[in-house]
DNA sequence: ATAGCCACTTCGAAAAAGCTAGCAACTAGG
DNA sequence: CCTAGTTGCTAGCTTTTTCGAAGTGGCTAT
């Protein structure tokens, strides 16, 4: 590999986990890899993460086109959050790394 | 897929990020998959880590069983770090992140 | 009316990360 | 001998991130 390759992979691994490598944010994607979902379902399917930073990482990952966030004006007014093409892209990097961690890290 | 796999899944991918969702992790093996390195090199080529973050870092990875530190008697006495064949695992997948950030991330 | 849900927001507390001086073990040069 | 540099950490204090929980407004049900 080029010294050239080398830095721009480095970059790109820097920009990836500038976002990945937040707490919650891998799980969250898993989740919605399953499907859509609004804030309260993704909350509960998490389980662990605090409201403040579960609403702070759903908008970086809307802003950074990872997810749309559409609202349904209802009533009731409610919200869903689902993957973009960028977002859906990814899903299977993370079943390769859920496939890495059954057999690598023992639960 | 049914429950049971994505209960499975999903508990693998929380450990899975359980590591890889912490700050400079990510990029710490990244730079390992380049070969093995001694504490300051790493240091440098990640660049924005604190000592005493990089320095945790490297335990837990040595814990968990990815990252395998030796200490050459010397002297100089000198400590190296290299993936196990579980962190060159990850390898492959953290190739596939940067290919996606490179595509979906633009810089 | 109350109580519950949803999707956030706010604010202070706790945890994680950062900063940097310091240590011991070394090397090099004056 | 000294100083100055390297390495691989560690300690203690500071800053940033995450957390926890109360709160808001918009709704539904009793």
Redesign the pocket.
């Known amino acids: 590999m080029a010294d050239e390759d080398c830095v721009r992979g480095d970059a790109a691994l820097t920009r990836a986990f500038a976002i990945l490598g937040?707490?919650?944010t891998g799980l969250l994607l898993g989740q919605l890899g399953h499907g859509a979902a609004?804030?309260?379902?993704?909350?509960?399917a998490i389980g662990?993460?605090?409201?403040?930073?579960?609403?702070?990482?759903?908008?970086t990952l809307a802003e950074a086109g990872l997810v749309k966030?559409t609202?349904l004006?209802?009533?009731?007014?409610?919200?869903?959050?689902e993957l973009t093409d960028a977002g859906r892209a990814l899903i299977p990097v993370l079943g390769q790394i859920s496939d890495w961690a059954e057999e690598h890290l023992p639960a």
């Open positions: 937040t707490r919650w609004g804030y309260r379902e993704l909350s509960r662990k993460v605090s409201d403040s930073v579960l609403s702070e990482r759903l908008t966030r609202v004006e209802g009533p009731p007014v409610a919200v869903t959050y």
